[in-house]
């Protein structure tokens, strides 16, 4: 029997069978473990070093420094933070002679037969520390190239963000790349202080990051987006710290016609360039601060500042800004003609409608601050995975993944059988903080390469990008309705049943050339695509999704299901014609999971429907004859020696407990008391009196052999995989012993 604590340590031991203390102990430790964070609103040159499609960083520096020498040497330099020691793959694609160091440690250093091989790839373990970790590459040019890419392997699951070195460019996003030397500075020996000035190293380094003289002369608009060719807008945006009825004094001046608005509401208009004075009266609520100003023979700019009872009133950031001190924001060119609400454009969430400096349309555009091609730029800087997919102990807060969908989902559930509906609140925000950005991203995807946030889903390749999480984005919507949630459920069907790799008969597998998973068909899969699809047919009215989700159970039954122990291998693996025939825990938990999801709401008369029931009913019966006394399921279902796994118990109490409840098994007792004993050895064993959750096997991969399963993937607590499953189950426990009382 697998031990993950003492009794005296359990939630069972502090709270006995009441699965409602458990559920909200449960919700309050992931809350209060994982608070709502935001994105980093971060100062990001256009002229750094950007990130490619796979997400690794472009340091070609041949056509950056120019002006380089045969010989010469240049270095790029950046720091990462890390919450905890933190295993990360990077991969490294060398263009010339490159040597790697991290936190003043020689990692690798290329061979000549890397130096001169066009698609060279090197994969280089990193090892990050708790707190700053100082990255230093340097390049050497010769005639086969200079410089490299250099990233993290799974880029858009391993996020990698790197912030500027030097005292003047904190919190600044990217790296810094010298100018060309002659001989090889640092290394092992000498290093670059990375919190000194950069003029005390003797480099001069990129991009720049302030004006020169004539630049800063200029008036604001000019300097930042150029001089117009003809008549354009600028928008400038700040907070006024003033609140409450207010008679204000504007005072400044303006290149050109201008217009001026406080908390959405028109105070000000200029009709010519010149100095001015005004005063308003009102009342000031956020204090947002917005000027209109279009070009003009002058110039293009303003100068603003405001006064309440004779003293000066204080501007901020409106938007709070890593890396740059500037209370303004600033939006341009802008066309005349757009129709903007002073409302809309006082956010960071909508993108403005650009023009080029001759008023041509120009696409989209985003805020800019003060200095040389520096934009607003936010981050998902929250949990960074490492190699083990653990999360150490940042917040998840604001991250899109497939854990996460179900860990959203837990919470809406856990919510409603509680009565607190600030546990909902929670989960909305951290759904709404994706939706709503999510034309932002796919902009910033297109602008700089590689997105700074939803990465998975904006880069949508295979089902873990969009299904789970996509799936509590509709069960959200099901609860408190988004218009923009629809647009994005439509994109997601869309890859699902129109761009998605199929076998000859329509089932869903994994064709991605390269990659470890290559032709293969998971399990895990029905999880990712079934609950999606039933709920996209909900609120979308096209049965046809529906329809799907029903065919690929059938067609995965065919693959994977291994029918003398009535359970399902975790993958079909295409290359070898046959399936592994490991029957894997939560791959099985996926099954049941999933399927009890499509069965609540499939129609009574739906042609598939007798034939799922059989498949689940068949399915509950084999797994339940390989439950341990100790009420979990292990790791592998039919290996005696492999251990006790508390993610795939949980889905199986909360597939038996809906089997019961629905009437899927009526008549066969046994199914409630497996899914009983099953909460019992969880809430036992699994769960403790702090509401941390134990035996959780970490992401997988897939093997031919359980042996992999048994001892190379481990338990980690408070795995994402398992902490939503658990709150879901005793959601389902509670209405299981409540539909038992009533019978």
Not at 271 to 287: D, K, M, P, W, Y
Not at 498 to 506: A, I, K, S
Not at 695 to 710: L, N, Q, W
Request: aromatic share 12%; net charge negative; with cysteine.
């Amino acid at each position: 029997m697998t031990v993950y604590m003492d009794a005296h340590d359990s939630a069972r031991y502090a709270f006995g069978d009441d699965e409602l203390r458990i559920l909200e102990l449960l919700a309050n430790r992931y809350i209060g473990a994982n608070p709502p964070i935001p994105f980093a609103y971060r100062a990001f040159s256009r002229e750094g070093i950007l990130q490619n499609a796979e997400g690794l960083y472009e340091m070609e520096l041949t056509s950056r420094l120019p002006q380089a020498a045969h010989g010469d040497y240049a270095y790029v330099f950046g720091l990462v933070w890390s919450d905890n020691e933190r295993s990360i793959d990077c991969n490294l694609e060398p263009i010339g002679p490159i040597k790697l160091y991290l936190n003043e440690e020689l990692l690798f250093r290329t061979s000549a037969v890397e130096e001169m091989k066009p698609d060279a790839r090197v994969v280089v373990p990193m090892q990050f520390a708790k707190g700053w970790n100082r990255i230093l590459i340097e390049a050497r040019r010769t005639p086969a190239g200079f410089g490299c890419r250099f990233g993290a392997d799974e880029a858009k699951v391993r996020i990698l963000n790197v912030l500027a070195p030097f005292a003047g460019r904190e919190g600044n996003a990217g790296w810094v790349y010298s100018a060309p030397v002659k001989t090889s500075l640092y290394g092992a020996e000498a290093w670059p202080d990375a919190r000194s000035s950069e003029t005390e190293t003797g480099l001069s380094w990129l991009p720049r990051a302030s004006w020169t003289e004539g630049e800063a002369g200029l008036p604001n608009l000019e300097r930042l987006f150029g001089r117009p060719e003809t008549t354009v807008a600028g928008y400038g945006w700040t907070r006024l710290l003033v609140t409450g009825t207010r008679a204000l004094e504007l005072e400044g001046r303006v290149y050109g016609p201008a217009s001026v608005w406080l908390d959405g509401e028109l105070v000000l208009e200029l009709n010519e360039a010149g100095t001015f004075r005004h005063s308003v009266t009102r009342a000031i609520g956020g204090g947002q601060l917005l000027i209109r100003v279009l070009s003009g023979p002058q110039g293009w700019g303003f100068e603003l500042t405001a006064t309440a009872d004779g003293t000066r009133v204080a501007f901020e950031q409106p938007q709070h800004v890593h890396g740059n001190d500037g209370v303004w924001l600033y939006a341009g060119p802008i066309g005349v003609g757009a129709e903007l609400a002073a409302s809309a454009i006082c956010g960071t969430n909508k993108l403005l409608p650009a023009v080029d400096l001759g008023g041509r349309p120009a696409g989209l555009t985003y805020w800019e601050v003060d200095a040389p091609n520096t934009r607003l730029r936010p981050f998902y800087e929250n949990a960074m995975l490492s190699n083990k997919w653990t999360t150490g102990t940042a917040t998840n807060f604001g991250r899109w993944d497939y854990p996460l969908g179900v860990t959203m989902y837990g919470l809406l559930r856990a919510a409603q059988a509680l009565g607190r509906d600030e546990l909902s609140a929670y989960a909305q925000s951290h759904i709404r903080s994706c939706t709503d950005m999510y034309d932002y991203s796919l902009w910033d995807r297109r602008e700089y390469g590689f997105p700074g946030i939803n990465h998975q889903l904006v880069m949508m390749r295979m089902l873990d990008n969009c299904g789970s999480f996509g799936s509590a984005m509709l069960e959200a919507h099901l609860r408190e309705g988004d218009d923009n949630v629809l647009r994005i459920a439509d994109t997601i069907a869309d890859f699902m049943l129109n761009r998605l790799e199929r076998r000859e008969d329509g089932a869903f597998f994994r064709l991605s050339e390269g990659e470890y998973f290559d032709n293969t068909m998971w399990a895990d899969d029905l999880y990712m695509s079934a609950p999606f699809l039933t709920r996209y047919a909900i609120v979308s009215g096209k049965r046809e999704a529906m329809d799907e989700a029903a065919r690929q159970f059938l067609l995965f039954r065919r693959y994977l299901f291994m029918e003398d122990q009535c359970v399902m291998s975790h993958v079909h693996d295409f290359k070898y014609a046959q399936a592994t025939r490991v029957p894997w825990g939560r791959g099985n938990g996926w099954v049941l999971f999933s399927l009890t999801e499509l069965l609540e709401h499939l129609p009574e008369d739906h042609e598939d429907r007798e034939a799922l029931l059989d498949f689940f009913r068949t399915m509950c019966a084999g797994v339940a004859e390989l439950q341990s006394s100790s009420g979990l399921w292990r790791q592998v279902l039919n290996e005696p020696e492999a251990y006790e796994e508390a993610s795939c118990t949980a889905m199986f109490a909360y597939a038996f407990s809906r089997g019961v409840r629905f009437g899927w098994l009526a008549g066969d007792s046994r199914f409630a008391d497996a899914a009983i004993a099953a909460w019992r050895g969880l809430t036992g064993k699994a769960i403790d009196r702090s509401g941390n959750v134990h035996g959780v096997c970490s992401g997988s991969r897939y093997s031919f052999s359980p042996d992999y399963y048994m001892y190379d993937l481990r338990t980690v607590i408070n795995d994402n995989h398992g902490i939503g499953i658990m709150m879901l189950a005793g959601v389902e426990i509670h209405l299981l012993k409540r539909y038992l009382e009533a019978w």
